[in-house]
């Protein structure tokens, strides 16, 4: 069973920085690749932050150039450092793993989740 552990979540003040960290258990045949989404209170669960495989980045619009992800694929980890924190980055950050299966299918596998709370 693929299990992904999160660690690095935390309070902070506005304006301060965290990291967050997301090592995945096993692999199958390979990950395609490693991301963050976050859920806030009463919100939809939201895309932060992708990296493929070949190390291309995607950033949803609100975190660019204030939060970087990368991974380490010997480590079969995946990495957020989040900087300039501010109030509305409050929620709970998952990390998702898109992992090759039989068949060449890919399926999601999610961390538990880990709470950031960045206060004003």
């Known amino acids: 069973q693929v299990q992904l552990v999160e660690s690095g979540g935390g309070l902070v003040q506005a304006g301060g920085s965290l990291r967050l960290s997301c090592t995945a258990s096993?692999?199958?045949?390979?990950?395609?690749?490693m991301g963050w989404y976050r859920q806030a209170p009463e919100k939809q669960r939201e895309l932060v932050a992708v990296i493929t495989s070949g190390g291309v980045t995607i950033y949803t619009d609100a975190v660019e150039g204030r939060f970087t992800i990368s991974r380490d694929n010997a480590r079969n980890a995946v990495y957020l450092e989040m900087n300039s924190l501010k109030p509305e980055d409050t929620a709970i950050y998952y990390c998702?793993?898109?992992?090759?299966?039989?068949?060449?299918?890919?399926?999601?596998?999610w961390g538990q989740g880990t709470q950031v709370t960045v206060s004003s």
């Open positions: 998702n793993a898109d992992m090759w299966i039989l068949g060449g299918k890919t399926r999601d596998y």
């Open positions: 096993q692999i199958i045949f390979g990950i395609r690749a």
